[in-house]
């Protein structure tokens, strides 16, 4: 399980499911943003791959959560 699973699966016992998916959607818009700016460190080589991964747990994760409603 990834970092970003634990965080999910985190929010969710402690906030419940919908807060959990509005913070995952925020982080994701977040993070893709982030990716996009060069001057992030996001966009680093060092970090890019980490937060490009965190993004495709967040996108699988609300593709999951859509499937489901």
């Known amino acids: 399980m990834t970092a970003e699973q634990n965080r999910i699966e985190f929010l969710i016992k402690r906030d419940g499911v ?7 959607r925020r982080t994701l818009q977040i993070y893709r943003d982030a990716l996009t700016n060069r001057a992030s460190h996001a966009a680093a080589p060092e970090f890019r791959p980490l937060f490009e991964e965190a993004v495709r747990v967040y996108e699988e994760w609300l ?7």
Do not use: F, L, P
């Open 63 to 69: 593709a999951a959560r859509e499937r489901k409603s």
């Open 18 to 24: 919908d807060a959990t998916r509005a913070w995952v």
